[in-house]
T-cell receptor, first 115, second 113 residues
Framework: AQSVAQPEDQVNVAEGNPLTVKCTYS??????LFWYVQYPNRGLQFLLK??????LVKGSYGFEAEFNKSQTSFHLKKPSALVSDSALYFC?????????????FGSGTKLNVKP | KAGVTQTPRYLIKTRGQQVTLSCSPI?????VSWYQQTPGQGLQFLFE???????NKGNFPGRFSGRQFSNSRSEMNVSTLELGDSALYLC????????????FGSGTRLTVV
């Protein structure tokens, strides 16, 4: 079965500290991996994606993610958190289902950055 | 270029009524996908349309339907509304081919009373 897991419902971090939001996946074939952020009453905004190549992907707002094929993980990271990073973060994977691609989203992780 | 436009932004309907939501994708994008987001269930896939054809479908009852027009604009319809249909409905636009990702609209907040 194809799926995405975000094991933490909530992550709390102090401003200025590094942050990690975890994501693991299970998908057939080579995965396309994505991170999205959602602010209250808004749609999801694209942060970054991994398609192929360098395992460390850099994205918007200083975020980066590391693709680890052996651990089937795609954790989101930022060296120094800002209060404005507080939001809901979704990991997604695009995989092949039959002849078509389908997106699978994790359940979301709420990031709280405290001043 | 213009983003994904969803209308209306907010909607209040009475149980038993029907509702139609609209999504205009990014120009040139041929795929529109719809998701329902609720606090308890997270993001649930409804369906995907590509070039006016439904290409994928989630596990929702037949009360949920959609269509896509020749200009790629899409509508989703929910008939016989139930209280549990209250949610944020998100539309995602993509090329639908190659190494594509989604661009989301801001959503339509539907409240059923």
């Amino acid at each position: 079965a194809q799926s995405v897991a975000q094991p933490e419902d909530q992550v709390n971090v102090a401003e200025g500290n590094p942050l990690t939001v975890k994501c693991t996946y299970s998908v057939s074939g080579n995965p396309y991996l994505f991170w999205y952020v959602q602010y209250p009453n808004r749609g999801l905004q694209f942060l970054l994606k991994y398609i192929t190549g360098d395992n460390l992907v850099k994205g918007s707002y200083g975020f980066e993610a590391e693709f680890n094929k052996s651990q089937t993980s795609f954790h989101l990271k930022k060296p120094s958190a800002l209060v404005s990073d507080s939001a809901l973060y979704f990991c997604a994977v695009r995989g092949l289902v039959g002849n078509f691609n389908k997106f699978y989203f994790g359940s979301g992780t709420k990031l709280n950055v405290k001043p | 270029k213009a983003g994904v436009t969803q209308t209306p932004r907010y909607l209040i309907k009475t149980r038993g009524q029907q509702v139609t939501l609209s999504c205009s994708p990014i120009s040139g994008h041929r795929s529109v996908s719809w998701y329902q987001q609720t606090p308890g269930q997270g993001l649930q896939f409804l369906f995907e349309y590509f070039s006016e054809t439904q290409r994928n479908k989630g596990n929702f009852p037949g009360r949920f339907s959609g269509r896509q027009f020749s200009n790629s604009r899409s509508e989703m319809n929910v008939s016989t509304l139930e209280l549990g249909d209250s949610a944020l409905y998100l539309c995602a636009s993509s090329t639908g081919q190659g190494a594509y990702g989604y661009t989301f609209g801001s959503g339509t907040r539907l409240t059923v009373v």
